[in-house]
């Protein structure tokens, strides 16, 4: 497997040139908003384009490169290298950190605070500053979330903020209303196959495609995927839903240890990543028609509850380092219920 580099040292944007462009644009028109907000699916590369965005302007706007996509960036630039080695000092990075148990993946109101005292600094180099929040959605939301809200009501000039979420609803209405939303897409199959061709060579090409298949256009999902064994555990979730409404006591439990049996600590979060999918596309099948034999005995409304359960549950047994086996239980359980 042939990892790519993290987001803030990654040179390549694939498939997000549209969102790249609008951000260029803005900036060269002299009427830069201060504030953006990246959306999209979990993996879909918003990190990625943040930081992207975020050399670019503290390298001084670099004009359009030839055959590369908006917002390019040599890797011999000081401000990629620094930027890369989070050592750039107009720059400043909000991102989850481990939790009491080094679990839970959390932003913390201390590093809140101190991008409110960053932002009252001066520019250490007289050009640009940035502030990069990343996955806001993993915060206390009346405490961080309000700490940054600061930041964006009176913003220092020449000073941009990009905010990257996967979950948008989660964040306050008043930070949603003070930014400019940008929506990053999924990428497509073929961008996909291109991708995961580079990164897992040593996989056999029907294997790449089932992991493109279920990753819903989402390289780092796809990473994820291939790294925790995610065709196998697709399996253990086509399992359950194809003896849905009712589950064999004695599968479940095969299927509980299939999962918490896994050496790799993401297994669990990727199985019930995988539960929603399914449960997701049955959904979305009702809606233009169809109807999954699993459907019956319940309300669409109770079927999206559920989804929101599944999720919630997953959370708090990263959160709260719950038993992962039990978690399994749990969740198949409210699955089978009626």
């Known amino acids: 497997m042939t990892l790519?580099?993290?987001?803030?040292?990654?040179?390549?944007?694939v498939g997000h040139d549209d969102p790249a462009r609008t951000l260029e644009e803005a900036a060269r028109s002299?009427?830069?908003?201060?504030?953006?907000?990246?959306?999209?699916?979990?993996?879909v590369g918003k990190a990625t384009l943040a930081y992207r965005f975020a050399r670019w302007l503290l390298a001084g706007l670099p004009p359009p490169v030839a055959g590369r996509p908006p917002l390019e960036v040599p890797e011999t630039h000081p401000a990629f290298r620094r930027v890369a080695a989070a050592a750039h000092?107009?720059?400043?990075?909000?991102?989850?950190?481990?939790?009491?148990?080094?679990?839970?993946?959390?932003l913390r109101a201390d590093d809140a605070r101190a991008a409110l005292r960053f932002?009252?600094?001066?520019?250490?180099?007289?050009?640009?500053r940035g502030v990069l929040v990343e996955n806001l959605e993993q915060s206390e939301r009346e405490v961080v979330q309000n700490i940054l809200l600061k930041t964006l009501e009176e913003p220092p000039p020449r000073t941009v903020q990009v905010i990257v979420t996967a979950a948008p609803d989660r964040l306050l209405p008043?930070?949603?209303?003070?930014?400019?939303?940008?929506?990053?897409?999924?990428?497509?199959?073929?961008?996909?196959?291109?991708?995961?061709?580079r990164w897992l060579p040593d996989h056999p090409g029907p294997e790449r495609l089932g992991i493109a298949a279920i990753a819903d256009g989402c390289p780092g999902t796809a990473l994820a995927l291939a790294e925790g064994d995610g065709l196998a555990l697709q399996r253990l979730v086509e399992q359950v839903f194809a003896e849905l409404p009712r589950l064999d006591p004695r599968r479940v439990h095969v299927i509980a240890d299939g999962v918490a049996g896994r050496r790799d600590a993401q297994a669990l979060?990727?199985?019930?990543?995988?539960?929603?999918?399914a449960l997701a596309a049955?959904?979305?099948?009702?809606?233009?028609g169809g109807a999954a034999p699993w459907l019956a005995g319940r309300s669409l409304a109770d079927w999206s509850l559920l989804w929101d359960r599944l999720g919630?549950?997953?959370?708090?047994?990263?959160?709260?380092?719950?038993?992962?086996?039990?978690t399994v239980l749990t969740g198949l359980g409210l699955l089978a219920q009626r």
Do not use: Y
């Open 4 to 13: 790519p580099p993290e987001p803030r040292a990654n040179p390549d944007l």
């Open 30 to 43: 002299g009427r830069l908003h201060h504030a953006w907000l990246l959306a999209g699916p979990p993996g």
């Open 89 to 106: 000092a107009d720059l400043f990075t909000l991102a989850p950190n481990a939790g009491e148990r080094g679990v839970k993946q959390v």
């Open 119 to 128: 932002m009252a600094m001066t520019a250490a180099e007289g050009g640009w």
């Open 174 to 197: 008043t930070i949603r209303s003070r930014c400019r939303r940008l929506d990053l897409a999924p990428l497509p199959i073929p961008a996909m196959e291109g991708l995961l061709a």
């Open 269 to 277: 979060a990727v199985f019930f990543a995988l539960l929603r999918r």
């Open 282 to 288: 049955g959904l979305r099948q009702a809606g233009r």
């Open 312 to 326: 919630r549950l997953a959370e708090a047994a990263e959160k709260l380092n719950l038993d992962r086996r039990q």
